[in-house]
């Protein structure tokens, strides 16, 4: 089970990654600005979410891919597991829902609710071999 678990860490910090690459992406790519450019908004449609937002929104993301498959690291049941999974599965479809806004940051839930699946699908097997 250690290995299980190392791998739930593995996906946290894989979380961890992508919210830091998310908070590098233009404001253009999560806000209409770029259809309502005027000579005021350019300067900001084109620089980083983290440089106009601040880091709280990042955070929060980082925390929304991190906390789920750390917890399930730490408490290594399949009921929490496969919660997880519907977690992140939830993240991913309020995303493709919501694309075009900040939310849609969570797009890159979808990785992360493959590998949980997949981990609680091993996790599961394991456990019944048992």
Known sequence: MRAIRLIWLLLAVLGALLAGWEATWDMAQVSSCDTLLTPDNENWCFTSIAAHLGIWPNLGVAIAF?????????????????????????????????????????????????????????????????
Do not use: D, H, K, N
């Open 66 to 130: 991190v906390a789920p498959a750390a917890v399930a690291a730490l408490v290594l049941r399949r009921w929490v597991s496969w919660t997880v999974v519907a977690v992140y599965l939830g993240m991913t479809v309020l995303a493709v829902i919501r694309w075009w806004t900040l939310v849609g940051m969570l797009v890159w839930a979808a990785p992360l609710f493959a590998g949980a699946l997949i981990i609680a699908a091993v996790q599961t097997a394991v456990c019944e071999r048992r």
